[in-house]
């Protein structure tokens, strides 16, 4: 340790220096209190002085004084030396900074056991200051009138200075102007309360960037007169926010995906499911937490699938397959797995994770356009096979004639002619219910009312059921034409109502609906749409159900076929449904059955509308449909309902430019003013409003189609709008189609 010996005096200085050099100390003398004071100031100085009192130049009181008022983390221990003994002479010492005294002439003793003090002290105030500088979070120390008495690193780097320049400073010195008005203000509180204050939030670093900081503001005691002064202790939590930010937009992400996702402990223990898993399985997150994956068994896998399964993810690795599950409702759903294994950083297995999604309506889809290939290549093999059949009958039944010409008519002969012309009769209708389910004989249609279609077809196949089959009609008489043939859309409808009766026979009966109503088919996004195979419009929609036996899964999926029948040898020759598929797909339309053993089955059936005239047409597009034409400009200043507005807006035909304030639009519209058929603007928009937008647009165009929107209609009602001419107002929340309508009508007047 080096200690400074300032002695005026040659033998006394010597002599201080023989003892303490002997005690083992690094000494540096100063002749006088000058000498002493450049020794100080060094960058390096001792931090153990002994000053002698009287001195030429400084003396050793003044000395002190300039010591103390070094702004230093690193403060000097001063012993002073002097002859005096008055109390006065004592009291101005330690005022002026000494820390100690020791009297001419000393004694060795006495001389090393104060410095053995001093040494003490200094070294622990330097492991404290070390301990502080190593704690990663700034921490500073501050008087009771706010000026910095001292810091650790970690502050120097958050504020971007040195300690020297941070001591004696305030916080308008050190920090931002906007961080420093923050501080000073908090620093006010804890020494007016004395008490503690702890805040968190963003604060703009040394380098300009924003940094969470969470800050503790302490009291201490700073004098044994009272005086109140501040320590701040404060952490950056920004990794910690920005990780925390990073889980939630990750946790949105798994619970708004579409697929299904849960978490399992190695055990198999459920640990989390989102929201698709609810929706999937029916099970509320809270009825699965903690159960297994077995909760949803549907028995439809045997021991050692799962055995495998379980063997490929023990061993860390993935597994991913097809599996079916068995819904809360006890339904049946298919998906695609796939199982991975979460580590920790040593590597162990501590999660699997499951990801799956729900194939059932598209194996539902995959299945009936298998159907459909099989039922086509079924068809144009037999619409072949019949043309060809046909010619030959022809001959046949020609030739047949001819003879019977040749013949008596009370002949043997004629007599088994007359056979062959009957059965060459079956043979032609056979070939024509062949062309009907193939869709290849030629029929003329007209328009068609099936509600006549639909009684008449009943009022038949009633006469011949059972007493204990109740018939149930629900018969919409506003439904529409459709285009189609009477003769086979009847038969269609005898031979669904004659099937349906023939389910119900047994004793105990049961019901027969049938329904027809008028349904809008929009478009083709959902599973059951993509599997009727329609364009988007206007159908007529009927459904034949019982309460019947119901249908297995395998006489369903065969229940179009030609020639399959489950009746008995002589009850049915199999084309029944196979023609009825064939009618209705003639027709444009679709058919699909659902059927459960023991519940019944449905029939449902879709024939387009014939919609004739063009007012006819404007009539129901008017009442449900959405199509527009034409160029709009779209403007709006908020960019959520700018792009909503925009996809929406497309979706019915437009062609949309789009602009986010009125003078951009109007920079747009000034290129092109012959560009846009209408425009659509926002009211209330920063720099120009849509008043000024709509105004400014006329004075081009005059007969420009424009829309003015607001969500405030008072303020715009109360505004004078006679220069937007003919302008249609709506107020908002929008509505799309009413807008559609409107912007449809300006274009069209």
């Known amino acids: 340790m080096k200690i400074l010996i300032a002695e005026d005096n040659a033998f006394s200085r010597t002599l201080l220096k023989k003892t303490l050099t002997k005690a083992g100390y690094d000494v540096i003398t100063a002749e006088n209190g000058d000498a002493a004071w450049e020794v100080l100031q060094q960058d390096d100085p001792p931090r153990l002085a002994l000053i ?49 005294f020791i009297k001419k002439p000393f004694d060795s003793g006495e001389l090393l056991a104060r410095i053995q ?29 706010g000026y910095y008495l001292g810091c650790n690193k970690a502050y120097e780097s958050f504020v971007g200075k040195s300690e020297g320049e941070i001591i004696s400073s305030t916080a308008a010195e050190v920090l931002s102007p906007e961080l420093a008005k923050v501080s000073h203000m908090e620093d006010l509180r804890v020494l007016a309360n004395a008490a503690p204050l702890e805040q968190e939030g963003w604060v703009c670093g040394a380098d300009g960037t924003q940094v969470y ?22 952490r950056d939590l920004t990794k910690r926010i920005r990780m925390e930010q990073e889980m939630r937009r990750l946790a949105v992400a798994v619970e708004q995906s579409t697929e299904s996702i849960m978490i399992t402990d190695v055990e198999g223990k459920i640990l989390y499911v989102n929201a698709a898993f609810e929706t999937t399985s029916g099970y509320a997150s809270g009825e ?77 889809i995959e299945k009936h356009l298998r159907q459909q290939q099989k039922m086509n290549a079924i068809g144009e093999l037999a619409g072949g096979i ?69 009684e008449d077809s009943l009022s038949m196949v009633q006469t011949t059921m059972k007493k204990s089959v109740k018939v149930e009609k629900d018969i919409d008489a506003d439904c ?68 019947g036996c119901g249908m297995p899964p395998e006489v369903m999926e065969r229940v179009f076929e030609p020639y399959f ?106 290129q092109k003013p012959d560009a846009f058929d209408a425009l659509v603007s926002d009211y209330s928009m920063p720099e120009m409003n849509g008043h000024e937008l709509i105004s400014q647009c006329l004075k081009i165009r005059p007969e420009l189609p424009s829309i003015l929107c607001s969500g405030y209609m008072e303020k715009v009602e109360g505004e004078n709008l006679q220069d937007l001419g003919h302008a249609d107002f709506m107020a908002k929340p929008l509505d799309w189609r009413e807008l559609s309508r409107a912007i449809q009508g300006k274009i069209e007047s």
């Open 213 to 234: 900081h969470s800050s503790l503001k302490l009291p201490y005691l700073e004098s044994a007169a009272g005086s109140t002064g501040m320590i701040g202790i404060s």
């Open 386 to 454: 019949s043309h060809d059949f046909n010619n030959i009958l022809t001959a046949i039944l020609g030739y047949v004639a001819l003879c019977m010409n040749l013949v008596a008519e009370d002949s043997k002969t004629y007599g088994y002619l007359n056979e062959v012309v009957k059965a060459g009769d079956r043979a032609t209708k056979l070939v024509r219910q062949i062309l009907t389910f193939s869709r290849q004989e030629e029929q003329e249609f007209h328009a068609t009312e099936l509600q006549c279609i639909i």
């Open 117 to 145: 003090v001093g040494r003490r002290l200094v070294e622990q105030h330097a492991l404290l200051h070390c301990l502080i500088d190593s704690i990663p979070d700034p921490i500073y120390f501050k008087d009771s009138r």
């Open 52 to 100: 002698d009192w009287m001195m030429p130049g400084l003396s050793g009181v003044e000395v002190c004084r300039r010591v103390r008022e070094i702004d230093t983390a690193f403060p000097v221990y001063v012993i002073l030396l002097t002859a005096k003994t008055d109390k006065e002479d004592v009291l101005e010492g330690f005022s002026a900074g000494a820390d100690d």
């Open 565 to 670: 029948t489950t009746k008995k040898k002589g009850e049915g020759t199999g084309f029944g449904l196979s023609i009825v598929h064939g009618i209705v797909c003639k027709h444009r339309g679709s058919i699909t059955v659902e059927s459960e053993e023991g519940k019944g089955t449905t029939f449902k059936l879709y024939f387009p509308l014939l919609i004739g005239s063009l007012e006819e047409r404007r009539n129901v597009a008017n009442q449900s449909t959405l199509e527009g034409y034409g160029r709009l400009l779209f403007v709006d200043d908020d960019e959520a309902v700018l792009s909503m507005g925009r996809e929406i807006l497309e979706s019915f035909g437009y062609s949309v430019v789009t602009a986010t304030n009125g003078r951009r639009a109007l920079e747009i519209f000034r």
């Open 480 to 547: 529409g034409p459709i285009l189609g043939d009477t003769t086979q859309l009847q038969q269609v409808m005898v031979n669904l109502c004659t099937n349906a009766s023939h389910a119900l026979g047994g004793e105990a009966g049961g019901v027969l609906s049938v329904s027809l109503k008028q349904v809008e088919v929009l478009g083709r996004k959902s599973d059951e749409l993509q599997m009727l195979d329609l364009d988007p419009g206007f159908y007529a929609f009927i459904t034949v159900s019982d309460t």
């Open 288 to 364: 699965v937490l903690g159960q297994t994956p077995s909760l949803l068994s549907s028995g439809n896998h045997d021991a050692d699938f799962f055995k495998k399964l379980w063997g490929t993810i023990s061993a860390g690795c993935t597994w991913d397959g097809r599996i079916t599950n068995c819904a809360k409702d006890g339904t049946s759903y298919s998906e695609d797995a796939v199982i991975y294994p979460i580590r920790a950083q040593s590597g162990e297995v501590v999660n699997y994770v499951t990801i799956s999604r729900d194939i059932t309506q598209e194996m539902a």
